[in-house]
C-alpha cells in the first residue's frame, strides 16, 4: 500500500501565502515558486499544534512573527 504523504511534500511559504512544493536543502527548505524559505507549517496550523497540547496562551500572534524575514528595526542615528 502506498501512503498518501502529502503533508511532507509540501511546506508552507509566506511570501506564496500557501502550500507549495520545495526544494530541499542540507538548511532550509525552499519555495519552488519564490525561492523564499519555506516553513513546515503554516501560522494557522502552528496554533493548532501548539493548541491542541497544553492551555492555549493568548498572546499576541503577530503574523510572520516566526518567520525570520529580518524585520528588525533599524535605527538611523549616528553619533
Ligand atoms: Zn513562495
Known amino acids: 500500500m502506498t501512503v498518501s504523504l502529502f503533508d511532507e511534500e509540501v511546506r508552507f511559504c509566506p511570501s506564496c501565502d500557501g502550500y507549495v512544493r520545495y526544494l530541499r536543502s542540507p538548511t532550509d527548505c525552499y519555495c519552488v515558486e519564490c525561492?523564499?524559505?519555506?516553513?513546515?507549517?503554516?501560522?494557522?496550523?502552528?496554533?493548532?499544534?501548539?493548541?491542541?497540547?497544553?492551555?492555549?496562551?493568548?498572546?499576541?500572534?503577530?503574523?510572520?512573527?516566526?518567520?525570520?524575514?529580518?524585520?528588525?528595526?533599524?535605527?538611523?542615528?549616528?553619533?
Open 35 to 79: 525561492g523564499g524559505v519555506a516553513a513546515l507549517l503554516s501560522p494557522t496550523d502552528l496554533k493548532k499544534v501548539r493548541g491542541t497540547s497544553g492551555k492555549s496562551k493568548s498572546t499576541s500572534d503577530g503574523p510572520g512573527r516566526w518567520n525570520d524575514a529580518g524585520d528588525m528595526p533599524v535605527r538611523g542615528f549616528s553619533g
